[in-house]
């Protein structure tokens, strides 16, 4: 049975701060993943897609990806407010449960 | 584009109704798939198409549940008779590319009640 897991939170962060949402998966063969992001009572949007190991950079996201440890993570940087959502690591079909992060003022 | 439309956005019906959910994808895109969310179990993948055939089903619950997409702008999701613990946010997205290797576009929902 493959996996996609994540801690649910809530994470809280203060605003300004940098958030560290973090995904495992046990699929060894897996190319490719995904963040999206959920806002209460919406739909799930994408915003980073990952597929080589190291970092990618969108503006203040970066997507981590170690294919070693099965682990991918997703930072965000000068976390704001509006960054509060549930945070959906994806991989082959699955859904991770989401992690529910806080920016408090 | 208006993106992937679903209908209807709201749904209250009693226990063993026939429910029928509606779906247009994104014009072009060649994979459709259905998603099922609730606070217990998360984002599930029912069922999902590429090419209007369908490629993995092994998410739909039971027999009650079946799904079709007859071309390429139009999926349904019936399910029949309806039960209370069917009661959840029904999710369809749509993809440029196979499989699910692609970003997925996901409408906005049909939240759906069985009393």
């Known amino acids: 049975q493959k996996e996609v897991e994540q801690n649910s939170g809530p994470l809280s962060v203060p605003e300004g701060a940098i958030a560290s949402l973090n995904c495992t998966y046990s699929?060894?063969?897996?190319?490719?993943f995904f963040w999206y992001r959920q806002y209460s009572g919406k739909s799930p949007e994408l915003i980073m897609s990952?597929?080589?190991?190291g970092d990618k950079e969108d503006g203040r996201f970066t997507a981590q990806l170690n294919k070693a440890s099965q682990y991918v993570s997703l930072l965000i940087r000068d976390s704001q407010p509006s960054d509060s959502a549930t945070y959906l690591c994806y991989n082959k079909l699955i859904f991770g449960a989401g992690t529910r992060l806080a920016v408090h003022p | 584009d208006a993106g992937v439309i679903q209908s209807p956005r709201h749904e209250v019906t009693e226990m063993g109704q026939e429910v029928t959910l509606r779906c247009k994808p994104i014009?072009?895109?060649?994979?459709l798939f259905w998603y099922r969310q609730t606070m217990m179990r998360g984002l599930e993948l029912l069922i999902y198409f590429n090419n209007n055939v369908p490629i993995d089903d092994s998410g739909m619950p039971e027999d009650r549940f079946s799904a079709k997409m007859p071309n390429a702008s139009f999926s349904t999701l019936k399910i029949q008779p309806s039960e209370p613990r069917d009661s959840a946010v029904y999710f369809c997205?749509?993809?440029?590319?196979?499989?699910?290797?692609?970003?997925?576009?996901f409408g906005p929902g049909t939240r759906l009640t069985v009393l």
């Open positions: 990952i597929y080589s190991n």
């Open positions: 997205a749509s993809s440029l590319t196979s499989e699910a290797r692609g970003e997925q576009f």
């Open positions: 699929d060894r063969g897996s190319q490719s």
């Open positions: 014009s072009g895109h060649n994979s």
